[in-house]
């Protein structure tokens, strides 16, 4: 596919985007070197599990929404979730894919991208609602949990306008403009906003596989009870 | 007669000063001063380890908490009972001093200066609206441990004075006479060989005996206060177990008390001072094992914390539910089912001995080696809800509403398994259960696994 695009649009969907994802690494360089020099709580204890099988069990728990009470009663939630999830990191692609690789972007390839993030937009609106109207959502949100929602809901919306505009030949458009610049804008803006979250989820769940999974609650297939 | 004299240890000074020396009363304030305030911003820093930051820093704000806590389940209409709000209280505050939108545009984020109605917020949530049951950790995406964020509040309210007062003077009382409930050297040894009498008048039981202060016993039984004071038959069963499996046992006429109230008001030193005394009493009697009595939270100070309080022991350490379920399956005891007939068994599993425990199967193995009617109640072993007794509940008398609404979860699951006998391992559960099974109707009795064992056993 064509990607003949103007100068500015380049310097745009190139070094400007350069620019601001160093920035984007630097912020969570700082963030991930701070959590790290705190101490992890010691555990002297005599383990009846396996510490590391339990992280790296609870670090893909993600995959396994029958492992959790929350994900198995809310599966359409969960699906949701993986949905929008998937979404993003397809959005993220594009934004790489678009200037350095654009024949990638197959129709094929366009057509799955635009599916996703069309219905990530949908998904995005049933959240905002969801905040809005569910009290023990709405009580427990911040002004940036709102902000956080809203800006993903119309970044996929500008992205499969944009996208469909590229399906039809034309590299350079408003909504083309407009998705790039608030990639540029999410790149700066997210490390201090709640969408970091993907940062501190890894930090997240090898606490809890490590803590529990020592204590032989997870991996129940390889127990070493004390008493044996 | 009791095998006191074996250790010859106590002839000359019984009752000795048990505790620490010098006696004190933790002072408590009514209410958060500009002073506390300023305290806790001064401790804030060295509460924040890897765990406990992440907690803090990792929260989504997706509500997928809201199902997994017993009081907001069980209280839906009270909206600010759900986890993530609760924990939300801490959370401005450490948002206010290390977020970096936290610091520039406060309000955008839902952060908040440590001020003295925050503080009572977290007062109020914190300690009386949570048992840091971890139940909603099991159930957080991000991994977010509430227990040991709830536990890193607490030990900043206290540290100030502000603290529920019941919960701290059974702190001050354990530092003061060595167990919580200031039970006399005397008066334990007393009754020890008063129930070791009663054993001994049970058929098949002549030769039971309760060794008290038995140097090189394999295994040191600790207890918890309210078996001496309340329940003394739950040692009876105990020893009764012990006896018929030819288990070699002592229990300390010094440092028996197995319970450490400072897991639930966070004060690490006292923490380690309590654990030391029971580590040094261990070592002091030659016992390869410290084997805690039933009981939930200290289960869990003895297994799983006093060793990181005390950088590791040189003894071994287990639970009555481990080492009941060691002896039935080596066939070292024998029960008859039938003693049980007719009854209708479900099990509570305490948050401490199983999801922060690690003790799930065991119990199991207990009871249907006991009994043939046993239903497991619709959440069980590590999905368990927390029966609302746990975190120090029961020493909140300010709580004490909350604390049996919260309860209803639990009392619904225990009705709708159709028992008649609610087993559980832990008396803060024995007092929270029989509390619920009462105020909701339900026709059902409470009581230990030794309790179950002892009447089946053949002898």
Redesign the interface.
Known sequence: MENAVSHALYILEEPVQYIALSFMALMYIIKIST??K?????????L??DRVRGSIH?LFN?LRPWD????S??LYFYTEFMIFHIAVALAIGATFIIPLAPSVMTPTVTGIIMLFMGLACLIGLRRIYRRLT????K???????Y?AIILMTVFFAVGDVALWFWTQGQAETLAMWVFFLMTTFFLIYV????IS?YV??P???????M??GG???LN?DN?K???? | MSQIEESNVFSSEIPEKLGALEERIWPLKQEFTPEMLAEMESMLASR????V???L??C??C??????CHY?VSIPED??L?P??KA?RFRKWYKSRYD??GRIFP????AQPLTSELAEEMFDKLFGGCTMCRRC?????????YG?MVRAARSMMQQVGRCPANLQETVDTHYNHGNNMAVPQDEFIETIEWIEEELQDEEGCENYTIPIDKKGAQYFLTLNPREPKYYPLTIQASAKVLNAAGVDFTISSRYWDLTNYALFNGNDADARLFSMWQAEDVKRLGCEYLLSGECGHGYRAL??????WL??VSF???SMM??M??LIMENRIKLDKSAWKGHRFTYHDSCNI?????I???PRVVINAAVDDFVEME?CK??SFCCGGGGGALAMSEFSKRRIAAGKIKADEIRATGANVVLQSCHNCTDQLKEIVDHYHIEAKVMNLAELLSPALVL
């Open positions: 959590l790290l705190k101490p992890f709580p010691a555990e002297r204890a005599e009846k599990g609870s993600v959790m009470e929350s994900t009663k809310n569910v009290p023990e959502i009580i427990i949100s911040s002004p940036d949990d902000f490390p201090f906003s709640k979250h501190l989820y930090f997240g769940r090898v606490n809890f596989g803590v529990f204590r032989g609650i129940a127990p009870a004390t008493w044996v | 924040l380890n890897r765990v930051a992440t907690s820093a990792g989504i704000h509500g997928m908490c809201s199902d997994a907001s909206k600010t759900v993530a709000y939300d970096w939108m309000s955008f984020v839902g950790t099991y159930n957080c995406p991000m991994g977010v441990d040991m297994r799983w914390e006093l060793p990181n950088g590791g071994k350490i287990t481990e080492l379920a060691k199983a999801r922060s425990g690690g799930l199967e065991e959440h590590e999905r």
